[in-house]
C-alpha cells in the first residue's frame, strides 16, 4: 500500500514555471510506477505524466516539451517540473501511484493524492 501526497500547487501566469513535488508513504513495497493526473472543471480526468522504476518517462502531448517528470534516488519523491505554463493547464493535480510495471497513462493508478490546485492566467 502506498499513500501519496503531493504540494506545490500556486496560482502563476501565462508563461510561468511551477513545481509539484508528491511524497510517497511505503508501507511494504515501492510503487513500481508514479505520476500525475490533472483535473479542469468541465474536463474528464487526464494523465499528465508518468515514470517508472527504470527511470522511462512518458507525458501526455498537451505538455510534452513543457513538463518535466522526475524522481529522488530512492524513487518515493516524485516532482513535475512545470515550464511555460498557459491557461488551460489549469486544473487540480493529483500524484498518483501503481505496482503495474507497464507505466502508460491509459492504465489505472490505485493509489492518489488529495491534490493540490494550479491556477495559471493570462
Known amino acids: 500500500e502506498v499513500q501519496v501526497v503531493e504540494s506545490g500547487g500556486a496560482s502563476v501566469q501565462d508563461g510561468g514555471s511551477l513545481r509539484l513535488s508528491c511524497a510517497a508513504s511505503v508501507y511494504v513495497y515501492r510503487p513500481y510506477c508514479m505520476g500525475w493526473f490533472r483535473q479542469a472543471p468541465g474536463k474528464e480526468r487526464e494523465g499528465v505524466a508518468a515514470i517508472g522504476s527504470d527511470g522511462v518517462a512518458t507525458y501526455a502531448d498537451s505538455v510534452k516539451g513543457r513538463f518535466t517528470i522526475s524522481q529522488d534516488n530512492a524513487k518515493t519523491t516524485l516532482y513535475l517540473q512545470m515550464n511555460d505554463l498557459k491557461p488551460e493547464d489549469t486544473a487540480m493535480y493529483y500524484c498518483?501511484?501503481?505496482?503495474?510495471?507497464?507505466?502508460?497513462?491509459?492504465?489505472?493508478?490505485?493509489?492518489w493524492g488529495q491534490g493540490t490546485q494550479v491556477t495559471v492566467s493570462s
Open positions: 498518483v501511484a501503481s505496482y503495474r510495471v507497464g507505466c502508460a497513462l491509459r492504465y489505472e493508478y490505485k493509489f
